[in-house]
């Protein structure tokens, strides 16, 4: 996820490029870069690590840069740490094109070498310039201009892109182009605006086109033509944006958590396809060998909060698919413990920031003990992710809101298709059922939309219980760990005094806290253990429990027990974690909502938290 906005008008673009990345700059925020030209004149590039205020210092607030028409990027690293060369614009070697980019390039490497058969080099470690050469490339051999070579190179392009290109024999032009990662473009009387998104050019225009997957567009200093990929004009109808500039940075939400509840789909996509390639996963330039998991002998998987519950789930799928021993640790318990490692372990820590100090240390004194790390990292060159001898990163973007929901969904995805890996490479499930796997993966994203277009019943019973004191979150299994995590949220954003129970221990002690009214979820996805869970769900409601069942459609008898039931979409038993979390991260936002409580930034807590 990057920040995109490009201006071809009459007023100076820098100022109004910086202005406009601003207001995205919660699209990405590791490095940002400007390309201006001034009529036929050289194009000028400027980039900087870190803050978009290093750049607006480097350019002195843009006045540095005349001309009026550019394009601009604030980044968020997938291919390549956060650093100026790796920063966009991206530009051909003899600046014939110049462009930036928002999106994932699956097929970056085969690209890559069919440009390097043709003398092409490469300066960064991006798909982008890989991307942007790829266009001048067409350019080059086929001698034609923008629309048609930016449409070659989009055939080529495998993945999510949106692209918004200067050619230097076009100066009174910018070329947009995208595939399943916004881009819209805005056109006042005198100017025309590419943005990754509304807010960049609120301030200029409420009209709005929306350029269609697979479109390109020609922007003139106040007019936009659209094309398909076969280069044919095509019509787009204006839409006028109704939001404040406030909802409008939350894309219509209103808060980042529900934003980025919706983004999940997008994000299990995206990792997937950094995952699989022809129905089969890839290593990429993680290291991670065949012969790295023939030799693992045990695994073991630290993390803190919900990546430490993605770790409990993923037990589950290692153990059961691979038939590998894991251990899943707490971080801030391992690094004191004086844990028991040996040479040929693996150790995973799983993080989205990549900084948590107490994973960060874990890390460390497995690495001072010579054993093997992996991180599943969702920001690009941080600590762990520089550290780790492996690295597969979860690609959701920035994540704002403070409790995590797409990083972790994203996290499972990775964890998933390492198990899925491990079982294969050691010969624990044959080719069919490899293939069949990957497959249900990625069915996933549709089905998790599924789950969010039943949102509103959600929201309904999370008001009807927002004074709601104490809640247990019960399940077996898997479900133990979506519980695990379903409990965390609800603790978290809505002040709820909340505890997630392996179902089987309730009569061991808990039990006695449940009375009349007391809210229970009972979470039911695993075939084999639905009936047990259920007698547990029975037993709390003979003590009074009011309770919600979550399970899969098909399993209408749950009803015969719950007061209210939440259906998901049937998915392989493995992978349930990544539905039936969906309805329990909607019902901690909803009561939090519901008590008028700071949703995004609740009390006490740090998106990063860097102390132990
Ligand atoms: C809960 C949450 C935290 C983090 C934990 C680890 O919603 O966000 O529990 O999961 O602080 O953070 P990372 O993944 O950055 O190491």
Known sequence: ?????????????????LEGLEKLEYRGYDSSGLAIRDGAKDIEIVKAKG??????????????????????HTRWATHGEPSETNAHPHVSEDRNVVGVHNGIIENYQELKEKLQRHDYTFYSETDTEIAIKLIDYYMKKYREGPVDSIARAMTRIRGSYALVVMFKDYPDEIYCARK???????VTEDASFAASDVPAILKYTRNVYYIGNQQIARLGKGTAEFFDIDREAVEIEPSEIKWDAEAAEKGGFE?????????????????????VQDGKIVYGESGLTDEIIRNTSEILIV???????VGLAAQYVFEGLA???????????????????????LVVVISQS???????????????????TLGIINVVGSSIAREADHVFYTLAGPEIAVATTKAYSAQLIVAYALAIQYAYVRGQIDEDRYTAMIAEIQTLPAKMERVLDDKERIQWFAAKYSNAKDMFFIGRGIDYAISMEGSLKMKEISYVHSEAYAAGELKHGTISLVENGTLVVGVCTQNRLFEKTRSNMVEVKSRGAYLMGLTSYGNYSIEDTADFTVYVPKTDEYFMTSLAIIPLQL?????????GLNVDKPRNLAKSVTVE
Do not use: W
Request: a neutral charge.
């Open 354 to 372: 990549g900084e948590t100090a107490d994973s960060l240390a874990a890390l460390r004194l497995a690495k001072e003990s010579g054993i093997r």
């Open 303 to 309: 993390a803190c909060g919900s990546a430490y519950h």
């Open 255 to 275: 808060h980042f958590m529900i934003k980025e509840i919706h983004e999940q789909p997008a994000a299990v996509r995206d990792t997937i396809g950094s995952l």
């Open 51 to 72: 803050r978009l205020r290093v750049l607006a210092e480097k350019t002195d607030e843009g006045m540095a840069l005349a001309g009026n028409c550019g394009i601009g």
């Open 1 to 17: 996820m990057c920040g995109i906005v490009g201006y071809n008008g009459t007023m100076q673009a820098a100022p109004i490029l």
């Open 323 to 345: 038939r590998i021993p894991v251990r899943v640790e707490l971080a801030s318990e391992f690094r004191y413990r004086n844990p028991i490692l040996n040479q040929n372990d």
């Open 587 to 595: 019902l901690g936002y909803y009561l939090s909502v519901a008590r």
């Open 180 to 186: 399943d990662s916004p881009l819209i473009v805005g």
